[in-house]
């Protein structure tokens, strides 16, 4: 990160405050916009860029059931297939409190309320720039 404007290394458009919406890729927006319309909660995007080469972004979602989970799962991972993203992986699909879908430069977690508060990523990545759970189109 640079100090003085506070901007991301090799992202420049990027603060550590706020991700802003029109910034992220078109297709991790549309799979946001499939989760939101399946009602997952507490949405986040981190952007990983510049931090890590494993992925470049990391959304994170609550859902309130194992039922909810297996569609909103459907829902973007249809999403990102329209966009040409393909699935890498998926972890905790029977009924687990904890969803991982590896798309190889996004990560999705879905996650029941107790289990999301306990392992707190959003603590973990704090320094990282996040985009705040609200679409403005």
């Excluded at 995007?45 to 979602?61: E, H, K, M, N």
Aim: charged share 25%; proline share 4%; net charge negative.
């Amino acid at each position: 990160m640079n100090e003085v404007t506070g901007s991301v290394e090799g992202n420049p458009n990027v603060d550590l405050q706020s991700l802003k919406w029109e910034l992220i890729p078109l297709e991790v927006r549309h799979g946001v916009e499939a989760l939101k319309d399946k009602k997952v909660e507490g949405l986040r995007i981190y952007d990983l860029r510049g931090f890590t080469p494993f992925c470049d972004f990391v959304i994170l979602g609550t859902v309130l059931s194992s039922v909810q989970a297996k569609v909103a799962m459907q829902s973007i991972i249809g999403a990102f297939k329209e966009r040409g993203l393909k699935v890498y992986g998926i972890e905790g699909q029977d009924d687990s409190t904890w969803l991982l879908i590896d798309f190889w430069d996004v990560v999705v977690h879905l996650f029941r309320p107790d289990t999301r508060k306990y392992y707190n990523l959003e603590g973990l990545w704090a320094d990282l720039p996040w985009w705040p759970g609200e679409i403005h189109v």
